[in-house]
């Protein structure tokens, strides 16, 4: 039973444009989002985190929303950049404990 | 400053050998997990350690599955008699722990392949 889903396994966005990812949950009790960025051979990269009290945050070129109601999360990067290319893992929690989706790949290209 | 280092980066082993995976995490950081990735699939959580105790391992696929921590810092994840569905990237990482919505900083992995 997936708790926090990735529906799309990949996502191509021209250079400059937005890039949206999404992401859902199950569980009403998740007080915290994050946001990883992942490229090969290496470990996720923490890029943003929101809590269950918000329903927005911004860092930069990146943007996530959270809207309860829906146990919906969603990451905008604006403009986005060819170095922004690799796969995204949302990843949804309380206390300590972090439920990870399976991942978006995003190519930017140029 | 220095992040979460594992070692090895890469293991190839015969099935039915054991194998030690060791993180070390970020200097001062009380919380620690192990997180592995099979293929195409997303981070599997397998166990959590705050200080040298942990109060969770619901994630170990089976008792040949084992870890510890000692001093509070290094951690080593053990598989004994390794099978070939155990083949993935094992994944550490630490957090201090202190609060909810402590991110989680990754080490590169140990990729395990069992042959």
């Known amino acids: 039973d997936q708790q926090v889903k990735q529906n799309s396994p990949s996502l191509s966005v021209q250079e400059g444009r937005i890039s949206i990812l999404n992401c859902d949950y199950t569980n009403s009790m998740f007080d915290y989002f994050l946001w990883y960025k992942k490229y090969p051979a290496e470990g996720p990269t923490f890029l943003i985190s929101?809590?269950?009290?918000?329903d927005k945050n911004e860092d930069g070129r990146f943007t996530v929303f959270l809207n309860k109601s829906a146990k919906h999360l969603s990451l905008h990067i604006v403009p986005s950049q060819p170095g922004d290319s690799a796969v995204y893992f949302c990843?949804?929690?309380?206390?300590?404990?972090?439920?990870f989706g399976t991942g978006t790949r995003l190519k930017v290209l140029a | 400053g220095a992040g979460v280092s594992q070692s090895p980066s890469n293991k190839v082993t015969e099935k039915g050998k054991d194998v030690e995976l060791r993180c070390d995490p970020i200097s001062g950081h009380t919380a620690l997990y192990w997180y592995r990735q099979s293929l195409g699939q997303g981070l599997e959580f397998l166990i959590y350690?705050?200080?040298?105790?942990?109060?969770?391992k619901s994630g170990l696929p089976s008792d040949r599955f084992s870890a510890e921590r000692t001093g509070g810092s290094v951690s080593t994840l053990t598989i004994q008699r390794t099978q070939q569905e155990d083949s993935a990237v094992y994944l550490c990482a630490s957090s201090t722990g202190t609060f909810g919505g402590s991110p989680l900083h990754f080490g590169n992995g140990t990729r395990l392949t069992v042959t």
């Open positions: 350690f705050q200080g040298n105790s942990a109060p969770d």
């Open positions: 929101i809590s269950s009290i918000k």
């Open positions: 990843a949804a929690g309380g206390t300590y404990k972090y439920i």
